[in-house]
C-alpha cells in the first residue's frame, strides 16, 4: 500500500523549534543567578525615536531656524554586553553597540550608521524563576557615523545622551543560558533638538558564567 508524502512546512519546522526552545526552558532549573556571575550576551533588535528639532534654514527671508519634525529608525542594531552580578538581583551591565540609521525628514531620507556606549543597572523582579521579569536604568551615549548634521554644508558628529528605562525578562535555558526579551523608553539629549524618546525592542541570548565554588564570597 502506497502512502502519500506531505512535504514539510515552514509551520512545521516553526513548530519544531518552539517545542526544541521550550523542551530547554522546562528543563531548566528555576534558581537565582549567583552572586559574583558574569551575564556575557548580545541582542538583536531596533530602536524607533520621533522628535522636533531646530534646523536653520536659507529659504527664509532673513535666514534663521524653523522646526521640523525628525522620525528615525535604528536596524538592525546589535549590541555586546557584559553584566556582573553583585547580589542575585542587582546586576551593573556595561555594553557596545552599533546600527544603521535610517532618518526620514520633510527634506528628504538619510542613511547613516550609529555606534553607542552604555552601562546600566538592572534589577530582577523574580531572582530565583525560570522566567524572571527585570526593570533598569542607567545612561548611554551614542554618536551619528560620517558627520551627519543639522546645518547643511557644515557636517560634525553629533554626540546623543540617553538615560534608558528596560523593562524585560530573562528565561533560563538549560544550565547557562539565558534568553531576553526587552523593551521600554530611552530619553535622549543633543544640542539640536528638545528631549526625544525613543522606543527599543531587542531579542538576546547570553551565557552565565559563576564563580569557582566560594569565589563570591
Known sequence: MNRSTRPVRMRDLLFFALSLWASFVVTAPARATERGSWEIGMDAGAEFTTRTIEVFSFVTPAGGFITE???????PQATLR?????????????????????IDRPAGQVATGSARVGIVGTYALAPR?????????GASISSVLGGLSDVPFFPGVRTRFGVPLEVG???????????????????RFDDYAKTAWTIPIQLGWSWVVEPAPGGSR
Open 69 to 75: 519634525h525628525e522620525s528615525m529608525v535604528e536596524v
Open 82 to 102: 557584559a553584566g556582573y552580578f553583585l547580589t542575585e538581583a542587582l546586576s551593573i551591565e556595561p555594553s557596545f553597540g552599533f546600527s544603521t540609521l535610517l
Open 169 to 187: 525578562v530573562r528565561i533560563r535555558a538549560g544550565q547557562s543560558g539565558l534568553l531576553r526579551i526587552q523593551s521600554g523608553a530611552i530619553a
Open 129 to 137: 524563576a525560570t522566567a524572571s521579569p527585570y526593570i533598569g536604568t
